[in-house]
């Protein structure tokens, strides 16, 4: 008692400051901290798995999310008690992540209501003084040292600041370290991290895409989950007899569990059970306490009020061939990001390499506005989006008709052949693209994809299975066309040379870490429609950078503004200070292979 007294106290001060407008002061437990028990219990013997979840779901509990929207990001965002974001829906219209979770207290894996905060706090303290020695100030002194690793910005290092306080505030040392844009992905892609800034927009509209990236098998898994040492580790069940499946496992891997779930749920054409499928699936994930949610994002961004035409996505793509500046087509100049790895729209896994590609590429379908200026997915390269012959075995057979007179951006004619060869390319082992199990419907998949060009103007697709998204895929980028001449040059994504495209928009040019130059594709099949004439798109993490460019009027569009500028902007710029609706989640992420007990 005396403990949980001490630990209220504590925390009442500080949501007190924090309330009175004292923003500097993280609401952890700075002033005070909880008292030590009196006596440890004898050690017992322990399942380090199950340790090591309940663990990280700790941590993730002393964590207040309303104060990092409120008092950090300041843009719109909603607390996170959940994986699969805010904006996807369950088949009855309800939010999927209001139905997530066990409690009936909650939605949700976390109780992110303000008033749930101190009981947060003291059922995190309880579940470490389980596992780690408390001195008399209540600190715990033999917690491994934490590195959070995150992308340079201020936005994220501010949040990661006030993580390392709220750790520090019960003795739990982490140090803060950040690097550029590429190499961060690629370190954290590669598992050299302990615990890492992590974020996830929605590639389309069905919560499986939030699901599927946790397979052993994905270039996203950058948890490691059945990857490494975890490969080996038989700690998890799986029983879907109830859901009419003879699917039982004890003590499985990863790769016999979670990865046999999310194919069930691919294969699974009744949607209200696909739906309990993915509930249980992000069970699953929720409970190794490596994913902890902490907002649902929105989409933030200053757009000149001098642009018109300008259209975003729920994915957090912006489009410009429809625009104007000041009822001009000349130029409009953007910064959306830092240097961008590759722009081979099957290697690309950035929201903003993807806004360049979808400005320069055109698939099957596209986003665009209809004639009520509502989002729709529509026709681009295809002359119409047919709907799928089911096959006596159940697999799902469309045939499409490419529109006649297409062509590259070089003037070469594209064909149907070109689709199927770069389906084929993406979805291969051989390439091992992060989005390549996006073709995991696709009949075949990986190597002998079921996608045939029986003639220039006819593709024709064979999926293993109904898919109710499958024309939002057509407009993801990885179902792109690359030309046949790139197959083999690596290097022609980086170069405008090389750089052959069939989009809105070609190449121009490339001063790397400084500017990338699209210019109107008249041979684009739909070029009479583009209105601007020329997108400079400026590479830059500099926040501050971004919103000097915006106000002197260099820059018409940023993606990123300071952080303390937010409170300021929304009042200065009330028409260009933008938060949009974007389907995704900010999180923390652990690298399950790192170890936490003492």
Known sequence: MKKLIALLLALTMVLSLAACGAKEEAPAATEAAPA????????????????EAEIRYALGLLLDRNYI?????????????????????????TQFYQTAGNSDEFDGYYNVAKEAFEANYAEAYAILSKYYEVDENGMFTNFPSLTYLYNTSDSHKAIGEYMQSALAAVGINMQLENQEWNTFLNTRKNGDFSIARNGWVADYTDPICFLDMWTSGSGNNDVQYGKGAHADVAAYSLDLTAQGYDIVVENGTWAETYDVLISTIKSCTDNEMRYELMHIAEDMLMDTGCIVPLYFYTDLYMIDDSVEGFFGNPLG????STTT???????ISVCLASEPDTLDPALNSAVDGATMTANMFAGLAKWALDENGNLAIVADCAAELPEGVVNEDGTVTYTYTLKEGLKWSNGDALTAADFANSWKRAASSALAADYGYMFEQVKGYPDELAVEATDDLTLVVTLNNAVSYWNELLAFPTYFPVHSSCFENEAWATDPSTYISNGAYKMTGWEHNSVITLTKNENYHDADAVT???????LSDDSNNMLTNFKNGTWQLIDDVPTNEIATLKVDYPTEFVIAGQIGTYYVCWNINEPLLP
């Open 317 to 320: 793509y912006k489009y410009f």
């Open 36 to 51: 030590a028990p009196a006596e440890t219990e004898a050690a017992v013997e322990i399942d380090p798995v199950a340790a």
């Open 532 to 538: 601007m004439n020329e997108v400079k798109c400026f």
């Open 325 to 331: 500046v000041n009822g001009e087509g000349n130029s």
């Open 69 to 93: 929207v409120e008092e950090i990001t300041q843009a719109g965002q909603v607390p996170a008690s959940s994986f699969v974001a805010m904006g996807m829906m369950n088949p009855d219209g």
